[in-house]
């Protein structure tokens, strides 16, 4: 015989905490309760596997259930001297749903089943009041008749408002009796009247149509919505936990509430919740009475003039702190509980682990372990790494006024404030004068880099999450919304249009790029604190993890950023963008458009000593730590101006004619530029190039061992190899510039030559590549777009179709793609150690910085993970999450 229901009560129960897959969570944590000896009113727990049942048979109950159930209420009976269906002591009951995961969207809850026309009278006699048996019977049919028998709730409220406004009562002055039995008799009236059947009468009959509203509610509209929204499976099916009642409104002395066991939002050691006296169910956060605080603390600090729980029933509050601390101690974390008192006596009716901020989570994780709770490492594993986000960077003050004018992507989180730009140049301009700018464009582009790091905050109108202005705001740390499409942005009268707002260039707006939202004028933000509790636990993580966590730059100020945040050496130094800068871009171009290779050593010749001061000062700031050079990378034309004015402009400059220039920018056109000249391709085409960044790298080595003593070990990168002999050739150039500058200078050089492994012949090909190279990097972005043969600056059109159809669950760009991109990585890692024992490797794409990519490095044995400076904390916290996860 299939168990079905399993019962708790009287100090034993037949489930426990570890059971919440066939008990869901209210029902497993009930039964936990229960046999720690707390005072929970008995009940029963119809397991989830009845709701999957009664779906895979046409919405039946399978045979053994309804026997199974009355035996569980035969037991509530004998603890509590009740009967069920009984006419002189009525046991009540509540029919309450709960699946695996906490899903609000499912049937609430239904209270004081049992009661009839004849039971509310013997009620009344038993306790002594008739005021609350009327009330509890009006409250049954009311949350019966709308969620049982789907009459709409406020047929129910307005008939009772009609009813108090006919008697000149006040919204929270208490119905009598009499006054609460004819409200009951209106509710009867009304639910025959639109539905054609009387409110049912008979105890067996109201609880099976709850049990089966119960299973039935679990494919409603709602809770399939959210499912889909939270990745439940259709397939886990609800519990249905049916308990006997106790009762929060038999005046006075009884009452009804929800607490923390610690503050939710700070994080705060200290019992934090509402309760309401003579009251019933969701009253407390119904909103119709103001709840009042239960410790006289928190009453204080609310100023509140009602007296605590504490003040008020010192005796169920003693009680009620000790049960708290009880939990907190069994659990182990911070609980989310509901309780019920009746005449005096606690009653526990929920606990489960309690959400909680970011802040508040980093707060109790670190308290917890200081109290011996839990260990240091189960402090590291509670925090979700995403969630740090909103730690590191200013956050719109909760309570400020938001003005809203608009929404896009989250793109990049934080949130800035600051006048309104359209332009680089302008942004440049203001910061200079010490000005505050957002930039806002419809889209943006690498020329604007310069722009962007001037800027606090920037907005765009057009693109994705994975949209050049969100990659790059990213990897800047610098707040975010992207594809704002409901705001115009006007260049030629320097407006931007929002409806029917309208915002000039050097107004003020204020962009929240953890939500999404664009809003007018300056708003109060919190400051980020990475000290305290913060600091404690990245202390912790690293003394966990394994795996080296790097940074990807190539700015003083984002290395110096990483440094602040954690990070040991640079991963990834992307050379070309030094080229952008400023007047630099000028001598690039300078270098791309000569006719000869003499034209380009003399344009390169200018380039060397920009490129040395750029590695010197980035030697300096990571003081002696690992920094991973990338030779040029992109294609050239990437330099280029395109539009016909810029033409102009640029030609004017170089002194060439604007056609000519015109002809040069066409003849570099590529068809398909991120397959075509770039990468190692550049070097073996233009050796000099190469030739150049050796030497400035070198030299800067030089100077640095010079000034600090410290030696430097310059790691150069050569990246796109497909091809073992592409790798020697590059190889090449760079040890012959290196023994040029032993020579000159004298002074010995060690120094590292590796390669990115960003195309799949190159994984494939390890072992032999290997030969040739100190170390591998794997360029997880390349990797992903030649690996799918998608290419990631137009994949935003079709993914999100993909990931909407179900054809991918994730974007591949953001969590690496396990099974393909990962079995390269894998074979990579294999095939490259074989041939080299201890054979370095690391990650520098996008991916280095995402939690889930993350623990794939780990899993493949990579030694470092290199990622943006503002995700180099998450990055330690979740290498240490993944070096725990594997028994670290
Ligand atoms: P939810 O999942 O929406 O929190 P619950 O099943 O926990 O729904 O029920 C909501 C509230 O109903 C509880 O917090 C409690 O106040 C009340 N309640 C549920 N069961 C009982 C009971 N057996 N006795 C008294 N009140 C109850
Ligand atoms: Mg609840
Ligand atoms: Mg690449």
Same mark, same amino acid.
Not at 526 to 544: C, H, K, T, V, Y
């Given at each position: 015989?299939?168990?079905?229901?399993?019962?708790?009560?009287?100090?034993?129960?037949?489930?426990?905490?570890?059971?919440?897959?066939?008990?869901?969570?209210?029902?497993?944590?009930?039964?936990?309760? =229960?046999?720690?000896?707390?005072?929970?009113?008995?009940?029963?727990?119809?397991? $989830?596997?009845?709701?999957?049942?009664?779906?895979?048979?046409?919405?039946?109950?399978?045979?053994?259930?309804?026997?199974?159930?009355? &035996?569980?209420?035969?037991?509530?009976?004998?603890?509590?001297?009740?009967?069920?269906?009984?006419?002189?002591?009525?046991?009540?009951?509540?029919?309450?749903?709960?699946?695996?995961?906490?899903?609000?969207?499912?049937?609430?809850?239904?209270?004081?089943?049992?009661?009839?026309?004849?039971?509310?009278?013997?009620?009344?006699?038993?306790?002594?009041?008739?005021?609350?048996?009327?009330?509890?019977?009006?409250?049954?049919?009311?949350?019966?008749?709308?969620?049982?028998?789907?009459?709409?709730?406020?047929?129910?409220?307005?008939?009772?408002?009609?009813?108090?406004?006919?008697?000149?009562?006040?919204?929270?002055?208490?119905?009598?009796?009499?006054?609460?039995?004819?409200?009951?008799?209106?509710?009867?009236?009304?639910?025959?009247?639109?539905?054609? !059947?009387?409110?049912?009468?008979?105890?067996?009959?109201?609880?099976?149509?709850?049990?089966?509203?119960?299973?039935?509610?679990?494919?409603?509209?709602?809770?399939?919505?959210?499912?889909?929204?939270?990745?439940?499976?259709?397939?886990?099916?609800?519990?249905?936990?049916?308990?006997?009642?106790?009762?929060?409104?038999?005046?006075?002395?009884?009452? $009804?509430?929800?607490?923390?066991?610690?503050?939710?939002?700070?994080?705060?050691?200290?019992?934090?919740?509402?309760?309401?006296?003579?009251?019933?169910?969701?009253?407390?956060?119904?909103?119709?009475? +103001?709840?009042?605080?239960?410790?006289?603390?928190?009453?204080?600090?609310?100023?509140?003039?009602?007296?605590?729980?504490?003040?008020?029933?010192?005796?169920?509050? &003693?009680?009620?702190?000790?049960? =708290?601390?009880?939990?907190?101690?069994?659990?182990?974390?911070?609980?989310?509980?509901?309780?019920?008192?009746?005449?005096?006596?606690?009653?526990?009716?929920?606990?489960?682990?309690?959400?909680?901020?970011?802040?508040?989570?980093?707060?109790?994780?670190?308290?917890?372990?200081?109290?011996?709770?839990?260990?240091?490492?189960?402090?590291?594993?509670?925090?979700?790494?995403?969630?740090?986000?909103?730690?590191?960077?200013?956050?719109?003050?909760?309570?400020?006024?938001?003005?809203?004018?608009?929404?896009?992507?989250?793109?990049?989180?934080?949130? *800035?404030?600051?006048?309104?730009?359209?332009?680089?140049?302008?942004?440049?301009?203001?910061?200079?004068?010490?000005?505050?700018?957002?930039?806002?464009?419809?889209?943006?582009?690498?020329?604007?880099?310069?722009?962007?790091?001037? #800027?606090?905050?920037?907005?765009?109108?057009?693109?994705?999450?994975?949209?050049?202005?969100?990659?790059?705001?990213?990897?800047?740390?610098?707040?975010?919304?992207?594809?704002?499409?409901?705001?115009?942005?006007?260049?030629?009268?320097?407006?931007?249009?929002?409806?029917?707002?309208?915002?000039?260039?050097?107004?003020?707006?204020?962009?929240?790029?953890?939500?999404?939202?664009?809003?007018?004028?300056?708003?109060?933000?919190?400051?980020?604190?990475?000290?305290?509790?913060?600091?404690?636990?990245?202390?912790?993580?690293?003394?966990?993890?394994?795996?080296?966590? @790097?940074?990807?730059?190539?700015?003083?100020?984002?290395?110096?950023?990483?440094?602040?945040?954690? *990070?040991?050496?640079?991963?990834?130094?992307?050379?070309?963008?030094?080229?952008?800068?400023?007047?630099?871009?000028?001598?690039?171009?300078?270098?791309?458009?000569?006719?000869?290779?003499?034209?380009?050593?003399?344009?390169?010749?200018?380039?060397?000593?920009?490129?040395?001061?750029?590695?010197?000062?980035?030697?300096?700031?990571?003081?002696?730590?690992?920094? +991973?050079? @990338?030779?040029?990378?992109?294609?050239?034309?990437?330099?280029?101006?395109?539009?016909?004015?810029?033409? #102009?402009?640029?030609?004017?400059?170089?002194?060439?004619?604007?056609?000519?220039?015109?002809?040069?920018?066409?003849?570099?056109?590529?068809?398909?530029?991120?397959?075509?000249?770039?990468?190692?391709?550049?070097?073996?085409?233009?050796? !000099?190039?190469?030739?150049?960044?050796?030497?400035?790298?070198?030299?800067?080595?030089?100077?640095?061992?010079?000034?600090?003593?410290?030696?430097?070990?310059?790691?150069?990168?050569?990246?796109?190899?497909?091809?073992?002999?592409?790798?020697?050739?590059?190889?090449?150039?760079?040890?012959?510039?290196?023994?040029?500058?032993?020579?000159?200078?004298?002074?010995?050089?060690?120094?590292?030559?590796? +390669?990115?492994?960003?195309?799949?012949?190159?994984?494939?090909? *390890?072992?032999?590549?290997?030969? #040739?190279?100190?170390?591998?990097?794997?360029?997880?972005?390349?990797?992903?777009?030649?690996?799918?043969?998608?290419?990631?600056?137009?994949?935003?059109?079709?993914?999100?179709?993909?990931?909407?159809?179900?054809?991918?669950?994730?974007?591949?760009?953001?969590?690496?793609?396990?099974?393909?991109?990962?079995?390269?990585?894998?074979?990579?890692?294999?095939?490259?150690?074989?041939?080299?024992?201890?054979?370095?490797?690391?990650?520098?794409?996008?991916?280095?910085?995402?939690?889930?990519?993350?623990?794939? =490095?780990?899993?493949?044995?990579?030694?470092?993970?290199? =990622?943006?400076?503002?995700?180099?904390?998450?990055?330690?916290?979740?290498?240490?999450?993944?070096?725990?996860?594997?028994?670290?």
């Amino acid at each position: 015989m299939t168990k079905w229901v399993y019962t708790f009560g009287g100090g034993k129960a037949e489930g426990g905490a570890g059971e919440s897959d066939r008990l869901g969570g209210k029902g497993a944590n009930l039964a936990e309760m =229960c046999s720690l000896g707390l005072p929970v009113p008995p009940g029963l727990t119809i397991v $989830t596997d009845a709701c999957v049942w009664f779906y895979a048979h046409g919405k039946a109950l399978p045979p053994g259930l309804k026997d199974q159930v009355r &035996a569980g209420i035969a037991g509530m009976e004998a603890i509590t001297g009740r009967t069920f269906g009984d006419t002189r002591k009525p046991l009540l009951l509540s029919v309450r749903s709960g699946s695996r995961a906490s899903m609000p969207g499912m049937l609430d809850t239904v209270l004081n089943l049992g009661l009839n026309d004849r039971s509310v009278q013997a009620l009344g006699h038993d306790a002594g009041d008739a005021r609350f048996a009327w009330d509890s019977y009006r409250r049954f049919i009311q949350m019966y008749g709308d969620v049982v028998m789907g009459l709409d709730h406020e047929v129910f409220e307005e008939i009772l408002e009609d009813e108090r406004a006919r008697l000149g009562h006040e919204l929270d002055t208490e119905l009598s009796a009499v006054e609460w039995q004819h409200v009951v008799q209106l509710y009867k009236d009304a639910i025959e009247e639109a539905l054609g !059947e009387p409110f049912p009468q008979d105890p067996e009959v109201q609880l099976w149509r709850a049990i089966a509203a119960v299973f039935s509610s679990w494919m409603n509209a709602r809770a399939i919505t959210y499912r889909h929204l939270h990745d439940i499976p259709a397939a886990w099916g609800t519990a249905v936990n049916v308990q006997a009642m106790v009762f929060g409104n038999l005046g006075n002395a009884s009452a $009804t509430g929800v607490a923390f066991t610690r503050n939710p939002s700070t994080g705060e050691k200290a019992l934090y919740g509402e309760f309401l006296v003579n009251a019933q169910g969701e009253d407390v956060v119904a909103g119709i009475r +103001t709840p009042q605080s239960i410790t006289e603390a928190a009453r204080l600090a609310s100023g509140g003039d009602r007296p605590s729980m504490e003040k008020l029933m010192p005796e169920a509050f &003693a009680s009620f702190s000790a049960i =708290c601390e009880r939990l907190e101690r069994h659990y182990r974390d911070m609980q989310d509980v509901e309780f019920t008192i009746e005449r005096g006596t606690l009653w526990m009716l929920q606990t489960r682990s309690g959400k909680r901020t970011a802040k508040a989570a980093m707060r109790i994780a670190v308290d917890m372990a200081e109290e011996g709770l839990i260990t240091r490492h189960e402090a590291v594993a509670r925090i979700d790494p995403a969630a740090l986000d909103q730690l590191l960077h200013p956050t719109i003050d909760p309570r400020a006024r938001r003005d809203i004018i608009g929404s896009g992507l989250p793109a990049s989180p934080g949130a *800035a404030t600051g006048e309104i730009v359209f332009t680089s140049e302008e942004a440049v301009a203001a910061e200079k004068e010490g000005r505050k700018i957002i930039l806002v464009r419809i889209e943006t582009s690498p020329e604007d880099i310069h722009g962007m790091h001037a #800027a606090e905050g920037i907005l765009t109108t057009r693109g994705g999450m994975t949209s050049h202005a969100a990659v790059v705001a990213r990897g800047m740390g610098i707040p975010c919304v992207s594809g704002a499409g409901n705001i115009r942005v006007d260049l030629r009268n320097e407006q931007i249009i929002a409806g029917p707002i309208v915002l000039n260039k050097g107004d003020l707006i204020t962009i929240d790029g953890s939500s999404g939202q664009v809003l007018k004028g300056r708003i109060a933000m919190l400051q980020p604190e990475l000290s305290g509790d913060f600091g404690r636990i990245m202390q912790w993580a690293d003394a966990a993890r394994r795996m080296t966590v @790097r940074t990807n730059a190539e700015t003083p100020q984002d290395a110096r950023a990483a440094r602040s945040f954690g *990070a040991e050496g640079i991963g990834l130094c992307r050379t070309e963008h030094m080229f952008f800068q400023g007047a630099r871009i000028n001598v690039m171009r300078e270098m791309i458009l000569a006719e000869d290779e003499k034209g380009r050593r003399a344009a390169l010749a200018k380039l060397l000593p920009m490129q040395r001061s750029d590695f010197a000062d980035l030697f300096s700031i990571m003081h002696g730590l690992p920094v +991973t050079i @990338r030779l040029l990378d992109p294609p050239l034309h990437e330099f280029l101006p395109k539009t016909d004015a810029e033409i #102009a402009d640029v030609a004017l400059g170089l002194g060439m004619e604007p056609a000519a220039l015109r002809r040069r920018v066409d003849a570099l056109h590529e068809f398909n530029p991120m397959l075509g000249h770039r990468g190692c391709r550049l070097a073996i085409s233009y050796p !000099e190039i190469a030739e150049m960044q050796a030497r400035a790298i070198f030299e800067a080595a030089v100077d640095a061992a010079r000034e600090t003593g410290a030696p430097v070990v310059p790691e150069i990168m050569v990246p796109l190899v497909g091809l073992r002999a592409e790798l020697d050739y590059v190889k090449g150039v760079i040890d012959a510039v290196a023994r040029e500058i032993i020579d000159e200078s004298g002074i010995g050089i060690e120094y590292l030559v590796g +390669t990115m492994i960003e195309l799949p012949r190159a994984a494939l090909q *390890a072992h032999s590549i290997a030969e #040739a190279a100190d170390f591998f990097s794997f360029g997880t972005n390349d990797l992903t777009q030649t690996t799918f043969g998608i290419s990631r600056d137009d994949a935003a059109r079709f993914l999100q179709t993909y990931i909407e159809k179900g054809i991918v669950s994730r974007d591949p760009f953001v969590e690496l793609d396990y099974d393909g991109v990962g079995e390269l990585i894998r074979i990579a890692s294999e095939r490259g150690r074989r041939t080299k024992n201890g054979l370095k490797l690391g990650i520098c794409g996008e991916h280095g910085g995402d939690p889930t990519s993350i623990r794939f =490095c780990e899993e493949a044995g990579l030694d470092y993970v290199s =990622c943006s400076p503002f995700r180099v904390p998450i990055a330690r916290l979740a290498a240490a999450q993944a070096a725990i996860g594997q028994g670290g």
